[in-house]
């Protein structure tokens, strides 16, 4: 099947901070991407949705300037946390799409605001 | 709107034994539907998926999941559970433009010696 890679898949910072998680289809080209925000036992609730050389789409509540999300190429989508702080801190997966109906997941970031 | 519901939030089986995870879906259309398994701290990785035809969809891991559109269900299935079935089930689905999934709750299943 499809890879996709996530890095760095646990990262703890200060608060204050940003961080950047890198998503990348190793072996396909994405044209889209989601990142995904998991709570501890909980489900995954998509944040934005990430084309290719466009800006993202939010889904309604997620801060655009917290979470800036840039796609520059077709195998590569990153999450920035900007200015992290404790409550940032979440299990952040990426999907890419390798057309309808063909999701696959990275491993997932653990990212830990001290 | 458009949502996935699993109604068991954990459930414990015994090894051996046989699982069936249930999951409801409310759209307007039929779906797609998935199944992910997500072991603690990793990702998720697919189980099934039922796009359309045969509505047994068999996957991998020994699991098998039924659509049934008279009850908006896909529930998932497994004759026989192994220790290393435990884990978080998810079930999802997305309309046909987008591929934007939405997750249900997710239920976590617990294997007995």
């Known amino acids: 099947g499809a890879v996709v890679s996530q890095h760095p898949s646990w990262v703890i910072c200060k608060s204050g901070t940003s961080v950047k998680i890198e998503c990348r289809s190793l072996?396909?080209?994405?044209?889209?991407m989601f990142w995904y925000r998991q709570f501890p036992k909980q489900s995954l609730m998509l944040m934005a949705t990430?084309?290719?050389?466009?800006?993202?789409?939010?889904e309604q509540g997620v801060e655009k300037d917290k979470f800036l999300i840039n796609h520059a190429s077709l195998t590569l989508s990153t999450l920035t946390v900007t200015s992290a702080h404790p409550e940032d801190s979440s299990f952040y997966i990426c999907?890419?799409?390798?057309?309808?109906?063909?999701?696959?997941f990275g491993e997932g970031s653990r990212l830990t605001v001290l | 709107a458009q949502s996935v519901t699993q109604p068991d939030i954990h459930i414990t089986v015994s090894e051996g034994a046989s699982l069936e995870l249930r999951c409801n879906y409310s759209?307007?259309?039929?779906?797609?539907l998935f199944w992910y398994v997500q072991s603690p701290g990793q990702g998720l990785q697919l189980l099934l998926k039922?796009?359309?035809?045969?509505?047994l969809v068999q996957g991998i891991k020994g699991f098998e999941a039924e659509f049934k559109r008279s009850q908006s269900s896909f529930n998932l299935r497994k004759p026989s559970v192994h220790w290393s079935d435990a884990a978080e089930y998810f079930c999802?689905?997305?309309?046909?433009?987008?591929?934007?999934?939405?997750f249900g709750g997710g239920t976590r299943v617990l294997v007995k010696p």
């Open positions: 990430s084309n290719e050389g466009s800006k993202a789409t939010y």
């Open positions: 999907s890419a799409s390798r057309g309808p109906g063909e999701l696959f």
């Open positions: 072996d396909f080209q994405a044209t889209t």
């Open positions: 039922y796009f359309s035809g045969d509505t």
């Open positions: 999802a689905a997305f309309k046909a433009a987008g591929n934007k999934l939405t």
């Open positions: 759209y307007g259309a039929t779906p797609y």
